[in-house]
């Protein structure tokens, strides 16, 4: 066995018993008992935090990408990456020309159906004033050939152009259904066209900044084609994923949030969303943070946040002033006037940094607690604290 590697273990043990029990001297005497140098310090006030650290992904609360609404040549693309566009500004236009060669075609069309249908309400004005004649001489030789005036000849021939005039009429009431027909088509042609001519050109949805550009002046692009992306980075939030534990502890408008950046920080925000679920696989949920127009973020890059769930004044100590015991019980040691170590149970809250919140602090704010030295000290041990105490 290594004596000499047990050697001084075994007198610092012989020491603490000696302090204890008191040991005699080589003359019989009683030694001294042996004191424990301590630090103390009262309870202190202070806020104590309950939070959770958590790490987003920052992004722009809008974003858009902007695709083709319809095929042909891209004659106008007036943005390049990393411009900036107020709402409304134009940003590229496709076959514009073409497009409104259609249209004046199709106002031109609704023209020539107007007319069409105009022309129309001449031939059955005509047709409706035939019929009239033509019945009229019907039921007068329907009369004639009833009384023998007239032969039978003569009445079929009144009857024949009378029943032709009822399908002229017929015919010419057709037509007007048919040219109002045209006419309605005509006009949503022109709907269609005008539409077109006006998604040819595309304007900016909101202020932005140009991300991404997929196509170049004069490529021709196909409906649905991504053309650009934009950000508006003026408004921008912070996006991250938590713990299913803490679901019931976030409240969207009212949960802080702080923002840190290189360990510092920088401002506070509060949660503006939760997701209505948890996702299942990950046991995580979603949330979203908005950022203060003063805090330098770009969209895409990693935020870190404390979430703060708890905020309130209460007394503590330094937490490793807390000794464990058995059935998960903590003590500190205070000192009494004879300067003896005195433990008393404590309730631990909120542990802030280094720091413990002592919930039952009311019944011991008058004492002075071992915060340093602490790990040598059992009840009733002699105590020497530091000349600051």
């Not at 005036?149 to 007007?176: C, G, L």
């Not at 202020?207 to 921008?236: A, F, H, M, R, W």
Request: aromatic share 8%; glycine share 6%; hydrophobic share 35%.
């Amino acid at each position: 066995m290594n004596f000499a590697r047990w050697l001084p273990a075994c007198c610092v043990l012989a020491g603490m018993v000696c302090g204890v029990c008191g040991c005699k001297d080589d003359n019989g005497n009683k030694a001294a008992e042996r004191e424990i140098r301590v630090t103390l310090a009262p309870l202190e006030k202070r806020t104590f935090r309950r939070q959770i650290p958590v790490q987003g992904t920052v992004w722009p609360v809008e974003y858009a990408t902007i695709s083709a609404k319809i095929s042909g040549t891209l004659e106008l693309l007036k943005v390049d990456e990393g411009d900036s566009r107020k709402k409304g500004d134009v940003l590229f236009g496709i076959d514009r020309q073409i497009l409104k060669n259609q249209v004046t075609v199709q106002e031109n069309e609704i023209k020539v159906k107007q007319a069409e249908l105009e022309s129309a309400g001449f031939v059955l004005e005509n047709a409706e004033i035939s019929e009239r004649k033509a019945r009229q001489d019907y039921e007068r030789f329907l009369t004639l050939w009833q009384s023998k005036a007239t032969s039978r000849t003569d009445f079929e021939t009144y009857e024949t152009n009378y029943k032709k005039a009822q399908t002229d009429v017929r015919n010419a009431r057709a037509a007007i259904a048919n040219a109002e027909a045209q006419l309605k088509q005509a006009e949503d042609n022109l709907t269609i066209a005008r539409k077109n001519l006006d998604d040819s050109v595309v304007k900016a949805p909101f202020d932005c900044i140009v991300t991404d550009k997929y196509v170049e002046e004069n490529e021709y692009v196909s409906t649905g084609q991504n053309i650009l992306k934009l950000e508006n980075q003026k408004t921008l939030e912070v996006i991250c994923y938590i713990s299913a534990i803490y679901y019931g502890l976030i409240e969207p408008g009212r949960t802080p949030a702080e923002f840190a950046l290189d360990g510092e920080v920088k401002g506070e925000g509060v949660v503006t969303y939760k997701a209505p679920n948890i996702d299942p696989e990950s046991r995580t949920f979603k949330l979203k943070v908005l950022v203060p127009e003063s805090i330098p973020l770009v969209s895409g890059t990693l935020c870190d946040l404390n979430l703060i769930l708890e905020e309130k004044e209460a007394y503590g100590l330094p937490a490793d002033a807390l000794l464990l015991r058995a059935n998960d019980r903590y003590i500190v040691y205070a000192i009494t006037p004879e300067k003896r170590a005195q433990s008393h149970d404590v309730e631990r809250g909120i542990i802030d940094g280094k720091y413990c919140e002592i919930v039952n602090a009311q019944d011991i704010l008058t004492e002075r607690f071992v915060v340093t030295g602490q790990t040598f000290v059992n009840n009733g041990s002699l105590l020497r604290p530091n000349p600051q105490n």
